[in-house]
């Protein structure tokens, strides 16, 4: 396998984190079912204990859906100041085994310890240490993948949760992506793993099977992406100065959508999933575009802009929904809707980075 050897990659990610402070900071909550948001009207849950994903709750599902699945479903309002000062005590953490840190979200990030300020020879011993120290300082579990890519650590981290740790190494790399189903691999949501089942993918070893030349023809630009990490090749490095340039939510629609009072309900579920990502991030922006993509593949594009950083929730949902009303006209039907945050407060002092956005297939 062409794929680097040397590097240790660890994913961290916490184990349903803001649920966990929740019960952690309230004894009463402790072994219960509980969802943080997603209690109002419109609501949709950020993180669900894991009593709660017994029942089949889940991030981002709306809040009746939640209550129905799990009807002792205790809804507790998200407090980010305090996710936010937790964040910064696992941060800590980490910096006392590397400075290479890029932060994917409050919960999570790739950490390359390849040289570590330990000198610890192995990841795994490096991703134990830390999750040791992250349950004694902050009372909460997470769980580790380790191996020589961030593709395969992200993947590695899932793989044992709560509390697991998950090492891929490169001789193991081969086969564990061969048997890996594609609906599991990271950057393949429901929509495109639907698209592969069509077409007989099923697993990694079913994705091996295509070129790059037709996976690009049948994925675009993500095919290419698909051919080579189904490979383990994935040479992009640990950046702890990423700086995102643009937030943003969108879904394809199960079916195409034409009429205001079609489309509506599913920009305010896409408005709920997008503040909480604005939040989450705490990061937020100037200009908000809304995304619209056709019954015939045409992408179209709306934009307003302040002189200031919209915070606040109801600014936003009155720009979009003023933005759909005013182009309900440029268009038959549609099959995608979202919606982005750019020119973002922690952008303005940095320059370069990477584009961020989130697909909500």
Known sequence: MNAPTTRKILHIDMDAFYASVEQRDNPDLRGKPIAVGGGANRGVTTTASYEARKFGVRSAMPGYKAKQ???????????????KEVSHQIRNIFKAYTDLIEPLSLDEAFLDVTVNKKDIP??????????????????????AGVSYCKFLAKIASGFKKPNGLTVVTPQRAEKFLETLPVKDFFGVGKVTAAKMAQMGITNGADLKTFTRLELIRYFGKRGDFYYNIVRGIDDRPVNASRVRKSLGVETTLEKDLASLEEISPILLRIIDEFYERLQKADNYGRTLTLK???????????????????????????????????????????RLIGLTASNLEKEQNHSGGHQLSFEWE
């Open 69 to 83: 699945l799990c009807p002792d479903l205790i809804f507790v309002p998200p407090r980010f100041d305090v996710y």
């Open 122 to 143: 192995y990841g795994m011993e490096v991703a134990q240490e830390i999750m040791d120290r992250v349950k004694k300082d902050t009372q909460l579990t997470c769980s």
């Open 292 to 334: 619209l993509k056709t019954h015939d593949f045409q992408t179209l594009t709306r934009s307003q802009s302040k002189n200031y950083f919209i915070r606040d929730k109801q600014e936003i949902s009155r720009m979009a929904i003023a933005l759909l009303k005013e182009n309900m006209n440029t268009f038959d039907k549609i």
